[in-house]
């Protein structure tokens, strides 16, 4: 061999291989020469496979390694004018808008060139421009209640005041909505969210009081992570995961459990069986969970396991980057090829001649797989 490589290496043992086999065919080997050469090629294999893999260099597409620390991931099926993965943002308005719009015409009483007199000419088409701009609205509402005496009783008697102002001053659910979406949604400082609804309202709204409009959704979203609870328990499959977070400069860890629609998000000191059990709903669930190979999720018997294809993809792209084996490709691509297909599917499920077309063009990997 000229140079001494993956590839050269791997090639010169399937040549001997081939030639042992070709002795074989032609009667030239003894029975217990067969089974001797057989386990050496094993043997070198294994060999092969431990030195191979040991040289093969580990990034985001072979390894749990984050893609920050990696190079860019292209090993995933794309398409056309795809520029992101996970679901496509929800486009749609926020509800407690509106719209003024208005339409000036602009007429024409003479010609620019004559001096004609156009008025009553009639008018052949329409140019339209358009212009949208956004002006932000203070409402202020105000109510005042009355307050007598009873000439009967001498008692004091006053108006009431609408059932969500509780005190002097209050701020609607416009802006609570608002500053809502600023912390949590768009995650922008605290400090930042006051200075800009200063320079809106004209008010300093107190930090404390920007986390209690926080306080107040969490709170009364109670009653629907309840029911959320219950009912991502009675789905056959849920998919579970876990990242880190950094809270007070501490590391934590937030939870997931998602099916379908419904998407649980759960903030723990741990991340093992601990936290698990905090949350107490992988405890309760007889379904199928899909995860990271985890092994805390392991520890649960009265429930099924599938792994993330996107783990299995990472572990087969580096058994075919230090192996080279044929049936880790073959894998890989209908794993992907799959994915695609569900994603793009109204029904996010194969049809009966989808899946027949999949399994007759991996006939074997199918077999394997059974």
Known sequence: MASLDKSTVRNEVSRLKDDFEQLCAN????????????????????ILSVF???????????????????????????HQGSNGKGKDENSGTTKNTRTRETVTL????????????????????????TKIDIVFEKVVEHVDAEIKQCPACDSIVKGRFPSDMHGPLQ????????????????MVALNRVQKLVHSMIGVVISETSLLKFVLRLYQALEEWEDQATQEIIKTHAINVDETSLRVD?????????????ITLKFLHRKRGKEAIESIDIIPRYEG???????????????????????????ELTFIVESNAYKWASNIKRLLQETCKKVSISPH?????QELANLQKRYRNIWLCLR
């Open 27 to 46: 009667g030239k080997i003894t029975r217990e020469s067969k089974v001797l050469m057989n386990s050496m090629f094993m043997i070198i294999e294994l």
């Open 52 to 78: 191979l893999e040991r040289s093969t260099k580990k990034d985001n597409k072979n390894s749990s390694k984050p893609s920050s620390q990696t190079e860019k991931d292209e090993s995933s099926l794309g």
């Open 106 to 129: 602009s007429t024409v009483n003479s010609c620019d060139v004559c001096g004609e007199d156009l008025i009553d000419s009639p008018c052949t088409h329409i140019e339209r421009r």
């Open 171 to 186: 701020y609607g659910d416009g802006l609570k909505a608002f500053v809502v979406n600023l912390l949590v949604y768009q």
């Open 249 to 261: 400069k501490k590391n934590y860890w937030i939870h997931v459990y998602s099916s379908r629609d």
């Open 288 to 314: 199928v969970i899909i995860h990271d190979c985890w092994s805390s999720y392991f520890s649960y018997k009265q429930c099924g396991h599938g792994l993330c294809c996107s783990h299995l993809l990472r």
């Open 348 to 352: 996010k499920k194969l049809n009966d």
